[in-house]
């Protein structure tokens, strides 16, 4: 059984920086995808940013491209998001999850990832 295992959130202030990582209990396969979705009460959860296992391909949403980025380490098989300049909309519950074979077109899909994490909270503590 898969599991993804969050970590690395926290109260931080607007314009800081933060780190999450995402940790695989199995090494993820040259065509899986790992992504970074975030939700905020009442709302859908929604897409961040994905990296492919294999190739290192990376994917933003337009909200947080230029501020965030998705690295891995495959040694670890983790996946982090480092997040620079911190807005107070980015405040939210963020997830990360696996998807396999997901294409460029559909991998900010969220229907085409599964093995969610438990979720690590980024809280605005200005």
């Known amino acids: 059984q898969v599991q993804l295992v969050e970590s690395g959130g926290g109260l931080v202030q607007v314009g800081g920086s933060l780190r999450l990582s995402c940790a695989a209990s199995?090494?993820?396969?040259?065509?899986?995808?790992v992504g970074w979705f975030r939700q905020t009460p009442g709302k859908e959860r929604e897409f961040v940013a994905a990296?492919?296992?294999?190739?290192?391909?990376?994917y933003y949403a337009d909200s947080v491209r230029y501020r965030f980025t998705v690295s891995k380490d495959m040694a670890k098989n983790t996946v982090y998001l480092q997040m620079n300049r911190l807005k107070p909309e980015d405040t939210a519950l963020y997830y990360c999850?696996?998807?396999?074979?997901?294409?460029?077109?559909?991998?900010?899909?969220?229907?085409?990832?599964?093995?969610w994490g438990q979720g690590t909270q980024v809280t605005d503590s200005s």
């Open positions: 199995t090494r993820p396969s040259t065509s899986d995808s």
């Open positions: 990296i492919r296992w294999s190739g290192g391909g990376t």
């Open positions: 999850a696996r998807a396999t074979g997901a294409i460029t077109s559909t991998i900010r899909n969220i229907d085409k990832y599964s093995h």
